[in-house]
T-cell receptor, first 113, second 113 residues
Framework: DGGITQSPKYLFRKEGQNVTLSCEQN?????MYWYRQDPGQGLRLIYY???????QKGDIAEGYSVSREKKESFPLTVTSAQKNPTAFYLC????????????FGQGTRLTVV | KQEVTQIPAALSVPEGENLVLNCSFT??????LQWFRQDPGKGLTSLLL?????REQTSGRLNASLDKSSGRSTLYIAASQPGDSATYLC????????????FGTGTRLQVTL
């Protein structure tokens, strides 16, 4: 079945540690996105990539980094510079171009311990 | 600033009732609007995508309408069931390129027996 796979489902980070969240899609979509979800707030865009080897900052990129070396993969690293990383992280993808449907993974819940 | 608002934040209805969820957006120059369902601790599931040129879309018991001039979309759920209990999110694509979405904060729906 085509879809988006995020791993791990749960992740715990110690203070000062970098962690990487995985996102893989087999939908052959060109564009991929990372959103952060906090209670009582709408999803906020962290980074997005429209094509391999290119990505742009979203609304809340500080303390995060990404790479897009393969079309199907868009990993997100939460660095120690992110002061409040505890949240639910969602990866999404769309076909290139406007008017296309967005598909989401099942999310990764990151907790600072 | 382009914003998306969903009111009410929570709604409880008895099983079998027809209901309407509301989504308002501040800028009428949209490319499309998408409705999602989110179960607790899960990712987003796409329900309906309405292009800017369309007035409504239907899927089973769900019907979504779009009125760009008034900046509103509604999601109509017919004959509600306990399995419909979830949070419903609307998202607007203002860019028309890689579908960077602006999300509302959602309406949490509970359908009671």
């Amino acid at each position: 079945d085509g879809g988006i796979t995020q791993s791990p489902k749960y992740l715990f980070r110690k203070e000062g540690q970098n962690v990487t969240l995985s996102c893989e899609q087999n939908l052959n979509h060109d564009a991929m996105y990372w959103y952060r979800q906090d209670p009582g707030q709408g999803l906020r865009l962290i980074y997005y990539s429209q094509i391999v080897n290119d990505f742009q900052k979203g609304d809340i990129a500080e303390g995060y980094s990404v790479s897009r070396e393969k079309k199907e993969s868009f990993p997100l690293t939460v660095t120690s510079a992110q002061k409040n990383p505890t949240a639910f992280y969602l990866c999404a993808s769309t076909q290139q171009g406007g008017g296309t449907e967005a598909f989401f993974g099942q999310g990764t819940r990151l907790t600072v311990v | 600033k382009q914003e998306v608002t969903q009111i009410p934040a929570a709604l409880s209805v008895p099983e079998g009732e027809n209901l309407v969820l509301n989504c308002s957006f501040t800028d009428s120059a949209i490319y499309n609007l998408q409705w999602f369902r989110q179960d607790p601790g899960k990712g987003l599931t796409s329900l309906l995508l309405i292009q800017s040129s369309q007035r409504e879309q239907t899927s089973g018991r769900l019907n979504a309408s779009l009125d760009k001039s008034s900046g509103r979309s509604t999601l109509y759920i017919a004959a509600s069931q306990p399995g419909d209990s979830a949070t419903y999110l609307c998202a607007v694509d203002y860019t028309g390129t890689a579908s960077k979405l602006t999300f509302g904060t959602g309406t949490r729906l509970q359908v009671t027996l």
